[in-house]
Each structure stands twice: as structure tokens, then as C-alpha cells.
């Protein structure tokens, strides 16, 4: 399922990069420890991981913005402690947009209730 254009995440680190945006840069995410753990999933979504100087590596649930490859935060940043439960989290999202949100609300970033779907579903 494409999303604005986009079947990979190396699509969207090009149309990023084309707009002027850095999340995807190395150095950006050699200062954060970032990782990409997943590669586009379905709705948009994606799994990354970051890792401050002195702590461990924890886990976000990212999701694609926009047709230029701005990247949003879904949930806490560095809300996950591993990439199975960020992963989790993502497929509960995507039941309760299903079966709550028929209108794709991911258009307008408005995923505030990730970790509530996460407990619900009991993941």
C-alpha cells in the first residue's frame, strides 16, 4: 500500500532530503543513535530506535507526514523498550484506526491514542 507515493523508507529519506529536511541525514542520526528497525509498514508507519550516550536503546513508532517525507513521532519518543512492543503498538493502532477511524485520521498525524490502543488490544 503506498503512502503519499511512497513504498520505502529510502523513498521518503529522498523526498526528506529533497525538501530541505534532515531527519535521515548521518549525522542527525549518528548525535541521536538512531537506527531504522523496520522498513515502511503499512499506514505509513515505522520502527526506530535511538540510544543516548549514557542509557539504553529504546524504541519509537514513527509515521510518514506528509508527500515531502516529514516524519512524525506517534506516541512517547523512545516510548518502546524493544522493537517487538513498538511493533505491537503499531499493529493495535492500525485495528483501532480500522474499526474506529474509517476517515485514515494518519492524514493529519492525529495518532495520540497509540498507547491506549496498545493496551487496549493487551499487547
Given at each position: 500500500m503506498?503512502?503519499?507515493?511512497?513504498?520505502?523508507?529510502?523513498?521518503?529519506e529522498?523526498?526528506?532530503?529533497?525538501?530541505?529536511?534532515?531527519?535521515?541525514?548521518?549525522?542527525?542520526k549518528?548525535?541521536?543513535?538512531?537506527?531504522?528497525?523496520?522498513?515502511?509498514?503499512?499506514?505509513?508507519?515505522?520502527?526506530?530506535?535511538?540510544?543516548?550516550?549514557?542509557?539504553?536503546?529504546?524504541?519509537?513508532?514513527?509515521?510518514?507526514?506528509?508527500?515531502?517525507?516529514?516524519i512524525?513521532?506517534?506516541?512517547?519518543?523512545?516510548?518502546?523498550?524493544?522493537?517487538?512492543?513498538?511493533?505491537?503498538?503499531?499493529?493495535?493502532?492500525?485495528?483501532?484506526?480500522?474499526?474506529?477511524?474509517?476517515?485514515?485520521?494518519?492524514?493529519?498525524?492525529?495518532?495520540?491514542?497509540?498507547?491506549?490502543?496498545?493496551?487496549?488490544?493487551?499487547?
Amino acid at each position: 500500500m503506498k503512502i503519499f507515493n511512497f513504498d520505502t523508507l529510502a523513498e521518503v529519506e529522498a523526498a526528506n532530503k529533497a525538501s530541505g529536511n534532515h531527519w535521515f541525514d548521518r549525522e542527525t542520526k549518528e548525535f541521536f543513535g538512531t537506527r531504522l528497525e523496520t522498513d515502511l509498514l503499512v499506514g505509513g508507519f515505522f520502527v526506530s530506535s535511538e540510544q543516548p550516550p549514557s542509557g539504553p536503546r529504546l524504541y519509537s513508532v514513527r509515521r510518514v507526514k506528509n508527500e515531502k517525507g516529514h516524519i512524525a513521532t506517534i506516541g512517547e519518543f523512545c516510548g518502546w523498550k524493544s522493537k517487538r512492543e513498538a511493533s505491537a503498538a503499531i499493529r493495535a493502532m492500525r485495528v483501532v484506526e480500522k474499526e474506529e477511524c474509517p476517515d485514515c485520521p494518519w492524514k493529519n498525524n492525529d495518532c495520540t491514542g497509540l498507547k491506549d490502543a496498545y493496551e487496549k488490544a493487551n499487547l
